[in-house]
């Protein structure tokens, strides 16, 4: 064989395993979406069928009744773009001094914030939550928001291995034309992260989205809850609202999967190990 | 003469300026991780330090309880629903994380070949992490289920009764591994990543010397990405430990069937947030922080062995 057919053959069985994996992939998600537009009683027919007859568009109005959709909607969007935005400040400046600036103590404490992201999340929520209780910020957002302007250890991580492989020369240069450290990180070096940075947006933006656990503990209040405790809401002792469930799922779902199916190039160029050591 | 008094001039004063340079650029390095170091103490540390306070005491929200030395530590070893709890939790985390790893190689693997419709297929394996778990959670229950779900449909096609899955205690837990490996799109765009960070020209060298495919893959692929491997593995097996929101929304926390489902952070929430035993609850947390530390110790050490770094 020669080496153009070879290598046709191999692409060949490659798209074949990847129709494979990606039937496994899609086919819950298009069942979401089928059964954000069926009728109740259509929902469990066997066999399955995977054309709505007829499309009940009515769901994702009923759906939006059903729950205060538009309130939770708002709710989920504003903890969303603000922990966003927090962790977007933070991370990014303080993967910098870890990359970028000496100073004593520097590894020492880089070390610690890997030892940190090994802390499961819940050795630290009871005593979190008794704090935050005595702020009085149990039955408000601020949880959920406000660690984020602090700094996420997995994220320093990400973006301190991207600060890594950027050259010296840059800050050198920067420096000899007599522009302060700030500067330098916010004119030069930050706008030469931005994929990493994009990565860490995007991480945080889809974690926060989906989050489950964090609104659960310290959402106490009805009207501040998010779409992922709304969704709980469908299922009640009488049994499950399927098909309005899946419209809000789908709801949920499509701006952020429109958002990666744009930004996945920047974002996997976000994110190097090639530092790691 | 004029020339040696000046260059003997000139050093003392680089020193200071050396000197001064180096106390400023220690204030930049401080003052740029001052919101990390703010973080850490207030949301890490000080927590850490709580927490071990607790577990020794019968703290509540509602009272403020005792010290009771390790009487919640003692309590725990004869309670029958921890050790339950931390048998679940085990097992799944043996099956779920090194199959975790082996498909999501293997995945990243076929992605990384520049086949056409990349972007598709990377949205394609990426969306389940996008869905929200208790909408997913609702989903596999679907599929899942004995009489009307699509994958005993399936299996009854090929002449195969399939099991009651999430009703049956054999086969509730490989049910939430098969859910849950549904989820490793995260970790396959960490491992596209590092794949792209594997310099072209080994490939061509390997190439030059007549190496096949499986030989470029054991020789070149797979060792140059296993600090990326040793990454999720450490990852995975925390999150692994860390199992709840599936099965705490799947089975509206009940565990069922027979506390099958019942997971370690699943049976500590309860304990802290249903029953109120904050302390007893903590003393569960810190059990997990230990068992989880030694199984990161253990990976690290054996790390040495199998985990290559580029450039050494």
Redesign the interface.
């Known amino acids: 064989m020669n080496p153009k057919t070879k290598k046709k053959v191999t692409k060949t069985i490659a798209h074949v395993f990847l129709i494979i994996a990606s039937f496994f992939f899609i086919i819950p998600f298009i069942w979401m979406v089928s059964t954000s537009l069926k009728p109740l009683t259509q929902v469990f027919t066997y066999p399955p069928e995977w054309i709505p007859n007829p499309f009940q568009w009515k769901n994702y109005l009923d759906a939006m009744e059903y729950i205060p959709f538009f309130t939770y909607l708002n709710n989920t969007v504003i903890i969303t773009l603000v922990s966003t935005l927090g962790v977007v400040i933070s991370c990014p400046l303080v993967a910098y001094s870890f990359a970028k600036l000496e100073w004593k103590g520097r590894n020492v404490f880089f070390f610690i914030t890997i030892a940190v992201m090994m802390i499961p999340g819940q050795v630290t929520m009871i005593p979190l939550f008794l704090i935050f209780n005595k702020l009085g910020w149990v039955g408000t957002p601020l949880p959920l928001i406000v660690p984020a302007f602090f700094g996420v250890p997995f994220y320093i991580f990400l973006l301190r291995q991207f600060f890594l492989g950027l050259p010296d020369d840059l800050r050198d240069a920067a420096k000899i034309d007599g522009a302060g450290e700030f500067r330098i990180y916010w004119q030069i070096l930050l706008p030469l992260a931005k994929p990493a940075v994009l990565a860490v947006g995007l991480f945080q933006f889809m974690g926060s989205w989906t989050d489950f656990i964090g609104p659960l503990l310290y959402l106490t209040n009805e009207t501040q809850y998010t779409l992922s405790l709304g969704l709980q809401q469908f299922q009640t002792q009488m049994g499950t609202e399927w098909g309005l469930m899946m419209a809000v799922s789908t709801m949920m779902t499509l701006p952020i999967i429109i958002l990666f199916f744009f930004l996945q190039k920047t974002f996997i160029q976000g994110i190097t190990f090639s530092g790691i050591k | 003469m004029a020339e040696l008094s000046k260059a003997t001039n000139t050093r003392p004063v680089n020193e200071v300026r050396k000197k001064k340079s180096?106390i400023k650029?220690?204030?930049?390095?401080?003052?740029?991780?001052s919101?990390?170091?703010?973080?850490?103490l207030?949301?890490?540390a000080?927590?850490?330090i709580?927490?071990i306070y607790?577990s020794f005491t019968t703290y509540s929200?509602l009272k403020p309880g005792d010290f009771v030395g390790v009487q919640n530590y003692k309590e725990l070893m004869q309670d029958d629903l921890f050790w339950k709890s931390i048998y679940n939790t085990i097992y799944f985390t043996i099956f779920y994380v090194p199959l975790s790893i082996i498909f999501g190689v293997a995945?990243a693997m076929?992605?990384n070949?520049k086949?056409?419709g990349m972007?598709i297929?990377?949205?394609?394996?990426?969306?389940?992490?996008?869905?929200?778990?208790?909408?997913?959670a609702?989903?596999?229950m679907?599929?899942l289920n004995p009489?009307?779900g699509?994958i005993n449909?399936m299996l009854e096609i090929i002449g195969i009764q399939g099991p009651n899955w999430l009703g049956s205690e054999t086969w509730s837990k490989p049910s939430l591994v098969l859910m849950s490996l549904?989820g490793i799109?995260q970790a396959v765009?960490?491992y596209?990543?590092?794949l792209?960070?594997i310099p072209n020209e080994l490939y061509e060298a390997a190439e030059v010397d007549g190496a096949n495919?499986w030989q470029k893959t054991r020789n070149v692929t797979i060792p140059l990405l296993t600090?990326?491997i040793f990454?999720n593995l450490?990852?995975g097996a925390?999150g692994a430990?860390?199992q709840?929101?599936l099965p705490y929304?799947m089975t509206?926390g009940q565990g069922t069937p027979a506390n099958s489902l019942t997971f370690y952070?699943m049976y500590?929430?309860d304990n802290?947030?249903k029953y109120f035993q904050?302390g007893y609850?903590?003393a569960m947390?810190?059990i997990?922080?230990i068992i989880?530390?030694s199984l990161?110790a253990v990976i690290f050490i054996t790390s040495n062995r199998w985990v290559h770094?580029?450039g050494k």
Do not use: C, E
């Not at chain 2, 650029?25 to 991780?33: K, R």
């Not at chain 2, 297929?121 to 997913?136: D, E, G, K, N, W």
């Open positions: 180096f650029s220690n204030i930049h390095g401080w003052l740029f991780a919101p990390w170091i703010i973080g850490f207030a949301f890490f000080f927590p850490l709580a927490s607790f929200i995945l076929m992605l070949m086949v056409k972007a297929y990377r949205t394609i394996f990426f969306l389940p992490t996008l869905v929200p778990h208790v909408a997913l609702v989903l596999w679907w599929l009489g009307f699509l449909g549904w799109g765009i960490i596209l990543a590092g792209g960070d495919w600090p990326v990454f450490v990852m925390i430990f860390q709840f929101t929304t509206q952070v500590l929430y802290a947030f904050m609850a903590s947390a810190w997990l922080f989880i530390m990161t770094y580029q």
